[in-house]
């Protein structure tokens, strides 16, 4: 590692507890002084974790592809042709590719970018990702004080045309919910007391239970956002844990708006039952579990809460293709209808700002189960 390298790395530590990065060394090698100056200024203006970690991902893939492309870095601002050459190597059709070698993103530059772990798709991008790339290098582009070409007709002529003509069916991001019955499943596999067990156990039912919380706000859960409330009556009156979870600014929330979600019964059981064991009295609530039955002191990665819902989904007999961490966030407000309780009810505890998005899943599970699809049930 050289000794530029090195300095940046060091750099990155700094905003590591704002902004977790679980490859910083990768990330070292492909930003900039000027990119790291830019993202500590960026968490220095307070934005929020999940963007700042968008906007890091999406940066060093950004400076990736520049140099596989271009043989140079990004440049600020980046000119029109170059906006273009983004769009042509990443909305492309694959049936015309079949005829045409050329058509799209070139093999050595496709290799390079795999070669560098940066580049998982095979194919075409999707649009989103296009949009959301564009829009963070306008953003980075802003943040530097320059102005580009984002919003040049002829981009948006590029993209619009680049989608119409290769049509693609939208998925879901867990192409099946996690719902009670599944989520039984799930659990079933966290039947012993060992750490990881207690960690999994935890994660799933405080995932599910707080509304279904997306994986960062998972990952990135502390324990100084946990408090205690006074036990609830259940419907046998016995006395219920309730425990509140401040999640703060979250994708949804406005800037000063503190977001509170509640857990009640097994759910807060089952969370203290992992702190007590795990001897976490603050930080990071869910972390790594090494083979020796060590607990990491530091978060776990976002993309590790998916692994976990992967590996129990495995073990529970399941597809693990079928399901996400992003079932556990459908599947609740699918089960939420399937029990009959309110919308606006089930949306107070998901976050949901979206009547329309959070309907939908009310919506499907209405109709999978209504009279209209049972006309010759």
Same mark, same amino acid.
């Given at each position: ?106 093999? *050595? ?5 795999? #070669? /560098?772990?940066? @580049?998982? +798709?095979?194919?075409? $991008?999707?649009?989103? %990702? ?98 205690? *409330? ?5 419907? #046998? /009156?016995?006395? @219920?844990? +309730?425990?509140?979870? $401040?999640?703060?600014? %979250? ?127």
């Amino acid at each position: 590692m050289s000794d530029a390298v090195r300095i940046r790395a060091e750099q990155l530590d700094t905003i590591a507890s704002v902004l977790p990065i679980d490859r910083r060394d990768k990330l070292a090698e492909l930003l900039t002084d000027q990119d790291v100056e830019t993202l500590k200024h960026l968490v220095n203006e307070g934005m929020g974790e999940n963007t700042l970690r968008a906007l890091t991902s999406d940066l060093a893939y950004l400076e990736a592809w520049s140099l596989a492309a271009t043989g140079s870095p990004l440049p600020w601002p980046a000119p029109e042709a170059l906006l273009l050459k983004f769009v042509a190597h990443h909305l492309w059709d694959p049936a015309k590719r079949e005829g045409d070698p050329d058509h799209g993103m070139p093999a *050595e530059i496709v290799q390079v970018l795999r #070669d /560098g772990g940066v @580049l998982r +798709s095979l194919g075409p $991008h999707a649009p989103d %990702t296009v949009r959301r790339r564009l829009a963070n290098w306008s953003t980075l582009t802003k943040w530097r004080g320059a102005t580009g070409a984002f919003a040049s007709p002829a981009l948006k002529s590029a993209i619009r045309l680049a989608v119409r003509a290769v049509p693609r069916q939208r998925r879901r991001k867990s192409a099946k919910a996690v719902t009670g019955d599944v989520l039984a499943k799930l659990l079933a596999t966290c039947g012993n007391n060992s750490l990881r067990d207690l960690r999994d156990r935890a994660i799933l039912m405080v995932a599910f239970a707080s509304g279904g919380r997306r994986r960062s706000e998972v990952a990135g859960l502390r324990k100084e956002q946990l408090t205690m *409330e006074a036990p609830v009556e259940g419907e #046998d /009156g016995s006395a @219920l844990p +309730s425990m509140a979870i $401040h999640l703060g600014r %979250t994708k949804t929330s406005g800037a000063d708006q503190d977001e509170v979600v509640y857990l009640t019964g097994r759910p807060v059981d089952a969370l203290n039952a992992w702190l007590a064991a795990a001897k976490i009295e603050s930080g990071a609530v869910f972390r790594a579990v090494d083979r020796w039955g060590n607990v990491s002191r530091r978060a776990l990665d976002p993309k590790a809460v998916n692994d976990i819902v992967k590996q129990r989904v495995k073990l529970a007999g399941l597809e693990p293709g079928e399901f996400s961490a992003h079932g556990l966030r459908s599947g609740y407000l699918t089960e939420a209808s399937n029990r009959g309780i309110p919308l606006p009810e089930a949306m107070e505890q998901s976050r949901h700002r979206s009547v329309q998005q959070a309907s939908g899943y009310y919506n499907n599970a209405s109709r999978r189960n209504g009279r209209a699809s049972r006309l010759l049930g």
